[in-house]
């Protein structure tokens, strides 16, 4: 078997500041990398990364700079340029806590064991077609200020958003069309959208939960699920509350609809849409303010 050369950094003409050569040995040993206390709000010497780096330890480094199987672990830095992981094939993880990417992330195509950037506040994430073989967690805070991007994409594991904040005004906050996740979608616990989230023609094998979620998005748009498939139940209860229709039409359901204490606040417009909607389960009552 003939292995595929890998280049080093040299050979892609990168110097490591202090900051990345202390990345890349905690790399080696598989531990996380602390670069601050929290997301910083300005790049320095001794927080900033380059996105280029993070590249190169995805695809496992090189002789020189080998990779654990734990992935990338970093807390706390500055993510420096757009980070390109485009159609990249790797079972490892990139996991960034509490950090700020200072361009777009794409990773379109591209197959990585898991993502979690809990925390993290980025521009946007366009993320169409990928496979996640695990986790995608944008959870505790995070907060993107464009769209984040996920339709075609495949999740092993689950989809957890709890806490997060999708600003993309204007725009879809978070497209999750024809996205298939093995397990459950969670859109809880301070979750908030400004712009619409589509889960048009997805495929969810747990249950989708939007207990306490707050979707604000303008217009006549703000959670689409037309044709989506639910294996368990789907939960708009518990404080959750929409500023504008909520589409389930031709959508699928296993368990129940749960919306018992959901606000359903579409002014003017429908508020709750369940043209050919099938439910396996009952539904129980819940707390309306406009047409349904």
């Known amino acids: 078997m003939v292995e595929t050369y890998r280049p080093t950094l040299e050979d892609l003409g990168i110097e490591p500041t202090e900051a990345e050569q202390r990345l890349l040995e905690n790399c080696k040993l598989g531990v996380t990398s602390f ?27 090189c002789e020189k700079n080998p990779v654990h199987a734990k992935g990338v672990q970093i807390f706390g830095a500055w993510i420096e340029s757009k980070l390109n992981l485009e159609a990249i094939d790797t079972p ?43 986790n995608l967690m944008l959870r505790n805070k995070f907060c993107a200020s464009g769209t984040v991007d996920l339709g075609g994409a495949r999740i092993g594991g689950q989809l957890n958003c709890d806490g997060g904040q999708f600003e993309a005004e204007g725009n879809d906050a978070l497209n999750c069309h024809q996205l298939v996740v093995e397990e459950s979608v969670f859109l809880q616990n301070g979750f908030r959208a400004t712009g619409p989230v589509d889960f048009g023609s997805a495929r969810i094998g747990g249950q989708l939960t939007c207990s306490g979620g707050q979707f604000e998005a303008e217009g006549n748009r703000a959670l689409m699920c037309q044709r989506l498939f639910v294996a368990g139940s789907v939960f708009l209860s518990d404080g959750f509350r929409a500023a504008a229709c909520v589409d389930f039409g031709s959508a699928r359901i296993g368990g129940q609809l749960n919306c018992s204490g959901g606000q359903f606040e579409a002014k003017g417009n429908q508020a709750l849409t369940c043209d050919q909607l099938v439910v396996e389960e009952s539904l129980p009552p819940f707390k309306r303010h406009a047409l349904i």
Not at 35 to 58: D, M, Q, S, W, Y
């Open 35 to 61: 670069f601050g206390p929290g997301v910083p709000n300005e790049p320095t010497h001794k927080n900033t990364i380059r996105a280029e780096i993070i590249r190169f330890l995805l695809l496992g480094g």
């Open 92 to 134: 490892r993880e990139l996991i960034a806590f509490d950090c700020r990417f200072s361009m777009p992330i794409e990773m379109r195509d591209a197959r990585l064991g898991s993502l979690n950037l809990s925390g993290s506040r980025i521009a946007e994430l366009s993320a169409q077609c990928a496979r996640f073989d695990r």
